[in-house]
């Protein structure tokens, strides 16, 4: 993936599937990997770098494991982002120093709160990108996440995607009002491609911006909307970007991972159960997952799979 490029971009980020002893399980990483290449079509893949990823519950050499073998998974068919989001700016660093070494094309950095409390100024947030973009020379991925990261508000996010490592933008809010703003401001303006989330997909593209991440399976919904919207075949767009509206927020109460990860199961391409202690789906949930999945374009799959 050129960052630079205008083509519209889906980049997914793998679940982290764990084994019983709660390590990666590096086979049904390696098949979902297969999956996201083969079958979503994706432009990128994000190693260890949101955290429905679950990233955060492993060991520092742990992330840097995930890291290598995400990227070994992919095989140079796409580009792969490092996920380097860490407090101190030396840590993100000694990870993009990793990433240029295992041959990664760019990095995702989560906008930090500040440690000593307080939201953190539009100057600590050009400082920390600055310390970081002089020590790497992979272009950054602003990662916008309120709750594990700082609220940014919209000038400081436009201030930030004009450093000149910035050069692409991952906006986690559904707002549609900050999303179209940013979108004209930094994306069309030419400051750095804007992605946003499986929800904005459609409206992103409509309104000129560069595309979305996400997990799979909704990848594979969002590869459908983006074919369909190059192919000018709008009302089809709709219709599956309104897959969206059912899955996965119906059960986003439970969290995006757990919800994702249960979806994973029903299609057939396993990737494991949320970190303890956190519970998985009920067998209810499961049944009612796998009838809304049965309306979207992931129906197929299920004629391949016993799962439900």
Request: with cysteine.
């Amino acid at each position: 993936m050129d960052v630079s490029a205008k083509q519209p971009g889906l980049i997914v980020a793998p679940l982290t599937p764990f084994t019983a002893e709660l390590t990666v399980d590096e086979g049904a990483l390696e098949r979902q990997i297969d999956y996201i290449v083969d079958d979503c079509r994706a432009t990128m893949v994000v190693a260890a770098g949101v955290e429905t990823q679950e990233y955060t519950y492993l060991s520092f050499e742990q992330r840097k494991a995930l890291i290598r073998r995400t990227i070994e998974c992919v095989g140079g068919r796409i580009p792969v982002m490092v996920g380097i989001s860490h407090p101190s700016f030396k840590t993100a660093v000694e990870l993009a120093h990793e990433a240029e070494r295992l041959g990664a094309a760019a990095v995702q950095l989560l906008a930090p709160l500040r440690p000593f409390a307080g939201p953190p100024t539009q100057g600590d947030l050009i400082a920390y990108f600055e310390a970081i973009g002089r020590e790497t020379k992979l272009p950054i991925t602003l990662y916008l996440n309120p709750g594990p990261g700082a609220d940014v508000s919209i000038p400081d996010t436009i201030a930030l995607a004009k450093l000149p490592n910035v050069q692409l933008i991952k906006e986690s809010s559904r707002d549609l009002a900050r999303v179209s703003r940013l979108i004209v401001e930094i994306d069309r303006a030419g400051h750095a491609r804007y992605f946003t989330t499986m929800q904005m997909l459609l409206a992103t593209l409509q309104l000129g911006g560069s595309g979305a991440t996400m997990p799979p399976p909704g990848s594979e919904i969002a590869r459908h909307v983006i074919d369909a919207f190059l192919a000018k075949d709008y009302e089809r767009a709709a219709d599956i970007q309104l897959q969206f509206a059912l899955f996965p927020s119906k059960w986003m109460h439970r969290g995006l991972a757990p919800a994702m990860k249960a979806a994973m199961g029903l299609i057939g391409i396993p990737a494991g159960e949320p970190y303890p202690p956190y519970a998985p789906l009920s067998r209810d949930e499961m049944t009612a997952l796998a009838a809304t999945l049965r309306t979207t374009v992931l129906a197929p799959r299920f004629k391949v799979t016993a799962a439900a």
